[in-house]
């Protein structure tokens, strides 16, 4: 008996181990049947002629063809090959389709977008691209179908959710483009909170709390401003007393819409060891799977561009190369966008208000598919649109009812990959400034460098002319009386080149001393640009590597702005003086060992909630905490804080009288306690790298957690240099940071390196997936052979078919 026993289990012992062997087999060949190889030969009808594509050891492509066509015929197969299913949310999310592939689960994300209008503008676009930017487009989209007509095995993503992709369409790239752009516009976000602020506290507290700059606040270029300056709100409309649902922008979106930071350092041969410019970039927004952005290199009689792509897109965009001119871009923060209260007709509620009568909304019926078992639901959408633009105050949270935004890139041209494009051919500094006259849509500061050693960089927002002057809230449409009447020439928009102190620098601060029509509702940052103007200051000249760790600079000016603010007010307090002395020697930088980065960092963010939560409403503090700059809520406090009795510091909730220096103590001895709860008494837990980590998260991967990656030890905060924004509604996860870098040396190109975590590939099992992540999170970049891809090993030729 004992012997037929043993029998038995060892039998059930081999076939479990036989069904584990064969499960781990099977998961690894479903997903390794989509990876694409990186040699060899293909055949593909399209192609005039043969395209080598030879890869780097980070499966970067470098792509030679022999005319602009098979460019990007050849861009379109060899991104799709790598990012389908990424570049198929892209579109969908810009159609209004999520919810065929994802069931109601992004019916919010499908009603936003179908209302604004995003691919009704991509459709629009088409007739608007220059000869050279639809060749692209064109070729692109037939690059893209002959993947899908030729794959034998799709993203293993279409295979879980059951679904497929349809052809590619020009319109679909050029919906990518649209929503980065709208991606770069701030108020879009700023407006909504700053109308709620309104309505909970009123006109006075929104006017101390509207952008203000500082004196001698760092600018791009030209003097500073002698005195502080600050937008007023001088006719405020009345206050609703209705408190609208404060959610803005918290659906699933395949391009990130929370505002981040970024940066561009660009350095004349006057600063330099090397006696050339030296052009660093650093987008920073979430580190996602798949990346946002795809490294790739293109040459053709017309190009020869590295940098960072948008999937889906043809061309280089966020940062690039050209042999020429290298390029970056941050968020410029101009105010370029407003929301109109539209007062409907009593009678018919397809009617609004106009200085001439009762006018017709402009009506799209429209149909939102939504995936269930066995077929679709659908649910029918009715968009109005008025003159000033859709009505989207049903999917935009804390906004008046019957509100319409108005925003250049939904108005018939947005342009930017028009501008784009051509800054990828451009030569010189005109022709680069040229190039971006084309976009409308966004607002960014554009850094500038060439191998001739120019550096200088471009302001771009399309900047309305506003009857009313600044539109800080949303106002009424009836009378036009806040109405736009033109936009300021692209040749008054600020610029620079060859600056005599021998840099430039964007930290999202402002381009220089402006009018106040420039930057309105515009919440400009200068914490970084402090820190990085001390930096310039200590020395005269910067070898390549001393700017490389540049951009990994973690020294923390708001730290230097507060730490004595704490020591005034709780050097005397028993229960904090061991972390007041802690404070007091640190060094102020927000490295991996640092407890006192972690301290700090609460301190900051109870400070903020402390401060504010009864003057603005508790909801509307969170929301900054969302995603949000918090920079918005910091600059609150700094604007105050050589006010130690300003009534913002009081809190209005209780009948003892509070200013800043109590709620220093208060915040101090939450933060301890909010540390405390975090990660336990044990200070050396507190170490900032043990408690601030990203994790790299895929679409899919609340379901399937194996697609994650992470979480990462990863340095800095939201306002040092080398940029690590946390989540303040879950201390301390990091949230964005450095989404792509490059850093090119005028002097030597070969020494050219760039990055885009966490890798290039989308395919879960590539080798190519996360190889990028650690060297990311360490502050590394990677080769970008620039002037050695032709030595490249992995060579893929792309044949015609015959």
Known sequence: MKGKLGKWIKGVIITLIVLVVAAVIGFQIFFRLAVPKYTGIIDIEGLTAPVEVRTDEYGIPHIFAETDEDLFFAQGYITARERMFQMDLTRLAGKGELSTIFGETTLESDRYFKTLGFYRAAQGEYINLTPETRLAVDAYARGVNAYLATVKHLPREYIILGGKPVSWEPADSLVGAILMSFRLNSTRSIKPILHQIHENAGADVLNDLLPWIPA????????????????????????????????????????????????????????????????????????????????????????????????????????????????????????????????????????????????????????????????????????????????????????????AMMWPGLMGSDGTLNALLTVNRANNFEEFRSALSMAEGGSVHVGYADIEGNIGYQYITTLPLRKSGTNPVPVPGEADQYGWIGFVPFDEHPYAINPEKGYLASFNQMPEVVDEEFYGTAYFMFERPYRFEAIMQSQQKFSVDEIRQMQNDTGSHVAERFVPLIVEAASEDEDLASYVEMLVNWDKSISLDSVEATIFNAFIDRLIYNTLADDIGDEVVKEFYKGLAISIPLQWLIRYSDQPDHYLWNDSTTSTRENRDDLIVKSLRDAIELVTGAVGTNQSKWEWGQVHKMPIRHTLGEVLPFLNLGPYAYPGDDFTIHAGWWDHNNPFEMKSGACIRIVVDMADLSTMTLISPPGQSGHYLSPHYGDLAVHWATGNQVPAHYTSAKELDKLLLLNPAQ
């Open 216 to 403: 001698q606040a760092p600018v791009i270029s030209g003097p500073l401003n002698e005195k502080e300056m600050a937008i007023t709100l001088e006719t405020p409309q009345q206050t609703s007393g209705v408190l609208p649902e404060m959610t803005l922008e918290n659906f699933y979106s395949p391009i990130p819409l929370r505002i981040r930071a970024s940066n561009w350092m660009v350095f004349s041969g006057d600063r330099t060891t090397t006696g050339n410019a030296v052009f660093t970039g650093s987008p920073d927004l979430e580190a996602v799977i798949p990346a946002l952005f795809y490294l790739i290199h293109l040459n053709s009689p017309s190009y020869d561009v590295i940098g960072g792509s948008i999937p889906g897109v043809p061309g280089v965009h966020a940062l690039g190369f050209n042999g020429q001119v290298a390029w970056s871009i941050t968020v410029g923060n101009g105010d370029n966008l407003d929301f109109i209260i539209e007062k409907l007709n009593p009678e018919n509620e397809d009617q609004y208000l106009t200085e001439e009568g009762y006018e017709d909304f402009r009506i799209i019926n429209d149909i939102i598919k939504i995936k269930e078992k066995g077929g679709y639901l659908e649910e029918d959408i009715k968009i109005k649109n008025s003159r000033h633009g859709p009505i989207v105050s049903e999917v935009v949270g804390g906004l008046p009812d019957n509100t």
